[in-house]
């Protein structure tokens, strides 16, 4: 009985996870990069599993390969820029437009209004 319940304790405690400064992932990854030592090494000394260490050094890499890109791959981005940019004054023509609209109605209603309240009071209502 007593084992059982300790069991239940350990099951119902909370997880604590470590927190991994940008600069702590970076040394641990490039640790494991240079080669004087295996991954799995790194990863054991560091306490990290291998998937959270791949994972790392993905991140590192794709960051490296976006601030190494070439012209050639920054021009798409310039054009969805340029789109976002041409997208933004449409949209902007179109809610100028609507909100002319809006006004012409407004006053349409208003005016109404006033007839209606003038009707009122000469019929008695």
Do not use: N, P
Not at 63 to 89: F, N, Y
Request: glycine share 10%.
């Amino acid at each position: 009985m007593g084992r059982s319940t300790e069991k239940e304790t350990r099951l119902s405690e909370q997880r604590k996870y470590r927190g991994w400064t940008a600069q702590q992932k970076i040394e641990i990854v490039l640790a494991g990069l240079r080669g004087d030592r295996s991954v799995k090494d790194v990863c054991r000394e560091h306490e990290i599993s291998d998937t959270l260490f791949y994972s790392w050094r993905d991140k590192l890499l794709e960051g490296g390969r976006e601030a190494l890109a070439g012209k050639e791959e920054r021009s798409g981005e310039r054009e969805l820029r340029r789109k976002i940019r041409e997208l933004e004054r449409a949209l902007g023509r179109k809610t100028y437009r609507r909100s002319g609209g809006r006004r012409s109605i407004r006053s349409t209603r208003r005016s109404s209004r006033s007839r209606l309240t003038t009707k009122r009071t000469a019929t008695g209502w």
